[in-house]
């Protein structure tokens, strides 16, 4: 099921989300890109954060490093002390180990115009992966390889929040994931869209 919400101020969305879980140990996954520049909320520098856990939607696979949502989630994450783990190949049975056997509190992602997530693109082969972290060497979007998480890590999620914040001003037309990778989400989803 799809929750709506309508939100001028996304930054907050976000803290009063992060907020609940201050002083407590926490597995969440964040997607690089505008997200994170809704994650730089200097709100949080005064929450209790040693206990949470950063893990990655996805990871570009490029020379240039400042591309990479690692590198980028430096905005994030010097407001908080939390513990992050890179999405790289070496870190793969880290995040299979973390989908496996241990809870995932939360995701914070967005939803690009054609609908993907993370880097899980419409009808790609990639949507019916069995891993929880696969492999994209074509992806309709620079640069084509990368690391994702898939849609059985997802569906592992316990709270799933998806934000669409308006880009220099323009409200964008997508209003939810694209139908070939929501018909494979099992669980309740939150969408924050921006108010018109």
């Known amino acids: ?3 709506t919400r309508h939100t001028s101020n996304f930054a907050d969305a976000v803290y009063q989300i992060l907020r609940k879980y201050d002083g407590k140990t926490v597995n969440m996954v964040v997607a690089g890109g505008s997200l994170l520049k809704l994650l730089d909320n200097a709100d949080l ?6 206990a949470w856990h950063v893990y990655y939607a996805d990871e570009r696979i ?4 400042n591309d990479h949502n690692h590198y980028q989630s430096r905005v994030f994450l010097r407001h908080v002390e939390a513990e992050e783990t890179p999405l790289t190949e070496r870190n793969i049975r880290v995040y299979e ?7 995932v509190d939360l995701a914070l992602l967005g939803i ?6 993370a880097s899980l693109f419409p009808n790609h082969k990639s ?4 891993d929880y972290v696969c492999y994209v060497g074509d992806s309709p979007k620079p640069p084509p ?4 998480l898939t849609i059985k890590a997802l569906n592992k999620i316990q709270n799933l929040y998806f934000f669409v914040p308006s880009k220099d001003g323009v409200i964008k037309d997508v209003t939810r ?3 070939s990778i929501l018909s494979r989400m099992t669980g309740d989803i939150t969408v924050f869209l921006a108010k018109h």
Do not use: K, Y
């Not at 520098?45 to 040693?50: E, R």
């Not at 690009?112 to 997530?117: K, M, P, R, S």
């Not at 949507?127 to 069995?130: F, H, K, N, V």
């Open 1 to 3: 099921m799809i929750h």
């Open 145 to 148: 390889c990368r690391l994702t």
């Open 127 to 130: 949507l019916d992966s069995q």
């Open 97 to 103: 180990g973390l989908f496996g056997e241990q809870t």
């Open 112 to 117: 690009g115009e054609d609908g993907h997530i």
């Open 45 to 50: 520098a005064g929450m209790s954060t040693a």
């Open 177 to 179: 994931p694209h139908e």
């Open 62 to 65: 490029c020379d240039n490093v």
